[in-house]
């Protein structure tokens, strides 16, 4: 499978919305996905979204230190961790330096351009051929397509 790299641009008020949005979507298409937050206060905070996020489904997740943390497909982190068994990668505000080949899929999420800066250069430097695609979030709540 080739690798897909995605940054994602949008305003931090809506960043949560979206970022559960993404995770409930690939959660349902049976992806295992690895959720690199700021701090722990931050994956705190998307854990307590998770719980609340939609009232018809469950998204099973965990923080990466809680105890049964190994059994969920969604694992919430703050911490460079050892990447295993995830095909997806998903980078909220987070940009440090993991190896991006562990993972089928890399989503990076920012909330200004100093930041889609940081992470389009952390992503050469694990593939400096690989395409990346790059959407911003617009006023009529779809995403733009853009060129980097």
């Known amino acids: ?5 995605t940054i994602y641009t949008i305003e931090q008020a809506q ?3 979206y970022v559960c949005l993404l995770l409930s979507k690939l959660y ?4 295992r996905m690895l959720v690199l937050m700021q701090d722990k206060t931050k994956a705190q905070e998307l854990d307590n ?3 609340t996020f939609s009232q018809q489904s469950f998204i099973p997740h965990a923080l ?10 969604i694992v919430i982190t703050w911490i460079n961790t050892l990447a295993t068994n995830f095909d997806t990668l998903v980078m909220v505000e987070n940009f440090i ?8 899929r890399v989503m990076l999420f920012c909330t200004h351009n100093s930041q889609v800066n940081e992470a ?4 050469k430097q694990f593939n400096k051929e690989i ?13 733009d397509h853009q060129n980097l």
Do not use: C
Not at 120 to 123: G, I
């Open 131 to 143: 395409k990346i695609n790059y959407y911003t979030y617009n006023q009529k709540g779809t995403w």
């Open 15 to 17: 960043l949560y919305k």
């Open 64 to 73: 990466v230190d809680d105890d049964f943390q190994g059994q969920h497909p």
């Open 97 to 104: 330096a993991l190896d991006f080949n562990e993972f089928d």
């Open 1 to 5: 499978m080739k690798q897909v790299i």
């Open 49 to 51: 979204l998770l719980w």
């Open 120 to 123: 389009q250069k952390l992503v």
């Open 28 to 31: 349902l298409q049976k992806y």
